[in-house]
């Protein structure tokens, strides 16, 4: 059985200990293969610019993760034995397709919510958020 945790942020040194499903399967943040990765993060992000996705370095797994976390796409649940899933919320989930709504990330810049490809009009301040969020994680 898993609950919720209340932290919006995955912290770095967790990441060890935090899985994510793919294919059936539950992956490692940091052992699963750059390619498991990078398809599984794709279902939530749109564009990835600044990053070696032939790698996906443990740094850029977090960070991108976090930015996932604080669009509110994906949300953690703490497992057995101190260990944490992430897991798509329940509005995500429920929705019919997975390309309804993703994120476009510069791992340098920005991060615009967008659906379908094309960005998503609001009135900034959700985009202005993010973009605050990323410059936290990036410095």
């Known amino acids: 059985m898993s609950k919720q945790v209340s932290t919006p942020y995955l912290a770095l040194r967790t990441t060890a200990v935090t ?7 539950e992956h490692n943040v940091r052992q699963a293969p750059a390619n ?14 600044n990053v ?22 994906l949300t953690i649940a ?10 798509e919320t329940r509005s995500r989930a429920e929705k019919s397709s ?3 709504e993703k994120s476009s ?3 340098q810049t920005e991060v615009k919510p967008s659906t379908s490809g094309a960005e998503l009009q609001t009135s900034g301040d959700s985009t202005d958020t993010i973009n605050e969020i990323v410059n936290v994680f990036l410095g």
């Open 19 to 25: 899985s994510f499903p793919w294919q059936s399967k």
């Open 36 to 49: 498991v990765f990078d398809a599984w993060i794709r279902q939530y992000v749109e564009k990835i610019s």
């Open 52 to 73: 070696d996705t032939s790698v996906w370095e443990k740094f850029h797994r977090w960070q991108i993760i976090n930015t996932v976390l604080e669009a509110g796409l």
């Open 78 to 87: 703490e497992g057995e034995n101190g260990t944490f899933k992430l897991q």
């Open 98 to 100: 997975p390309a309804e």
């Open 105 to 107: 990330v510069d791992m």
